[in-house]
């Protein structure tokens, strides 16, 4: 079946540094790629999508690529703040789907 | 515009009982779907209703069953809990047509957390 994998947290950083959280996923045909953030207390927000190869979303200074090749969708944010601590969840959704497959998430604590 | 809003935000329950969690859709919307999120993992797909039929169902045993109103909210009912089932359930809406009810992005309210002791 379908599923998605991600690095597994915590992962801390200092403000300002780079971050980088990999996503892999295993799907047959082309699923859509979403990142979804999760604050303290709150439900997911969409941080950003890709639905085909090669495309790149990106959002609030998050990047990620859909690498079909390697069957990854990493994301990146050049420079974190002390707000982007949060848990983010990588997710799929096949085009004859319904449903959002998620990864297990990965906490990130921005320390000031 | 409002967002999806969730009933209530936290509850606890013993094993056995039944419990009903609600959910508002966001203004426009016609597609809900249910998650359930145990601590630490991603969330899980329940089912999906569209204008009011069940559309799509994840690998959870018939105690786990839901409504669609004719204005689009939703319940999510479960039977005979057991301790497993303590979890965030979360509730997500978007705007899907006849061919494609899931087609468009989902929106997420913030969870009904439930404890089962």
């Known amino acids: 079946g379908d599923s998605v994998t991600q690095m597994e947290g915590p992962v801390t950083l200092s403000e300002e540094a780079f971050l980088t959280i990999n996503c892999t996923y295993t799907?047959?045909?082309?699923?859509?790629l979403f990142w979804y953030v999760q604050y303290p207390g709150e439900g997911l927000q969409l941080l950003l999508k890709?639905?085909?190869?090669?495309d790149k979303g990106s959002n609030k200074g998050f990047e990620a690529t859909y690498r079909k090749e390697t069957t990854s969708f990493h994301l990146e944010k050049g420079s974190v703040q002390v707000s982007d601590s949060a848990v983010y969840f990588c997710a799929l959704k096949k085009a004859a789907g319904n449903k959002l497959t998620f990864g297990g998430g990965t906490r990130v604590l921005v320390k000031p | 515009e409002t967002g999806v809003t969730q009933s209530p935000t936290h509850l606890i329950k013993t094993r056995g009982q039944q419990v009903t969690l609600r959910c508002s859709s966001q203004s426009g919307h016609n597609t809900v779907s249910w998650y359930q999120q145990a601590l630490g993992q991603g969330p899980q797909f329940i089912f999906q209703?569209?204008?009011?039929?069940?559309?799509g169902r994840g690998n959870f045993p018939p105690r786990f069953s839901g409504l669609q109103f004719p204005n689009y909210s939703s319940e999510l009912n479960v039977n005979a809990l057991e301790l497993d089932d303590s979890a965030l359930y979360l509730c997500?809406?978007?705007?899907?047509?006849?061919?494609?009810?899931?087609?468009?992005?989902?929106?997420f309210g913030a969870g009904s957390r439930l404890t089962v002791l």
């Open positions: 997500a809406s978007s705007l899907g047509d006849r061919d494609t009810p899931w087609a468009n992005v989902l929106t």
């Open positions: 890709a639905t085909k190869a090669d």
């Open positions: 209703y569209y204008r009011e039929e069940e559309n």
């Open positions: 799907a047959t045909g082309y699923p859509s």
